[in-house]
T-cell receptor, first 109, second 112 residues
Framework: DAKTTQPTSMDCAEGRAANLPCNHS???????VYWYRQIHSQGPQYIIH???NNETNEMASLIITEDRKSSTLILPHATLRDTAVYYC??????????FGTGTRLQVFP | KAGVTQTPRYLIKTRGQQVTLSCSPI?????VSWYQQTPGQGLQFLFE???????NKGNFPGRFSGRQFSNSRSEMNVSTLELGDSALYLC???????????FGQGTRLTVV
């Protein structure tokens, strides 16, 4: 499974867009990019995933570069409840998820 | 649709004892995975079951074992507990490869 690199921490003002980057330069053609978040030792929450096209759902948007070596998770209007650790995971043809250290997003008023 | 249910939520055990944790997946999901989360090691994959067969296994000692039943419910067992086994144990279920995995709230195990 490809490894991912994320910034350790980020801040975002409430109401602004939060853009969380992820580098996955060794991703293979059949591997998906998944995003999860974890709020204070609760179970990780699924956010979104994509293969090569940009994706959007009610929670977030996922932008994947054309070469698929990096991606950005966008929370369009961050709220205090979006404060969490965000994990970017590259997942192949398996249900095994390899979690890195993630990005700790702090949304401030 | 009910989510992934893990029982119990909290557990305190003594060193040397064994423990069994339970996970009920989302209805229709046949894949169940287990993870251990500790402050020092983060979230680590333990094993994955699909249709009662273990498909993947992480790098954990043989004291950690699991199984899956015909109704897709899964249990994991840790024998001869050590202090270092204190952790949040998470279960995730999915509809199979290519589908998102959804996590339960976890079982917090404390070994004293």
């Amino acid at each position: 499974d490809a490894k991912t690199t994320q910034p350790t921490s980020m801040d975002c003002a409430e109401g602004r867009a939060a853009n969380l980057p992820c580098n996955h330069s060794t991703i293979s053609g059949n591997e998906y990019v998944y995003w999860y978040r974890q709020i204070h030792s609760q179970g990780p929450q699924y956010i979104i995933h994509g293969l090569k096209n940009n994706e959007t759902n009610e929670m977030a948007s996922l932008i994947i570069t054309e070469d698929r070596k990096s991606s950005t998770l966008i929370l369009p209007h961050a709220t205090l409840r979006d404060t969490a650790v965000y994990y970017c995971i590259v997942r192949g043809n398996t249900d095994k998820l390899i979690f890195g250290t993630g990005t700790r997003l702090q949304v401030f008023p | 649709k009910a989510g992934v249910t893990q029982t119990p939520r909290y557990l305190i055990k003594t060193r040397g004892q064994q423990v069994t944790l339970s996970c009920s997946p989302i209805s229709g999901h046949r894949s169940v995975s287990w993870y251990q989360q500790t402050p020092g090691q983060g979230l680590q994959f333990l094993f994955e079951y699909f249709s009662e067969t273990q498909r993947n296994k992480g790098n954990f000692p043989g004291r950690f074992s699991g199984r899956q039943f015909s109704n897709s419910r899964s249990e994991m067992n840790v024998s001869t507990l050590e202090l270092g086994d204190s952790a949040l144990y998470l279960c995730a279920s999915s509809g199979g490869q290519g589908f998102a995995a959804f996590f339960g709230q976890g079982t917090r195990l404390t070994v004293v």
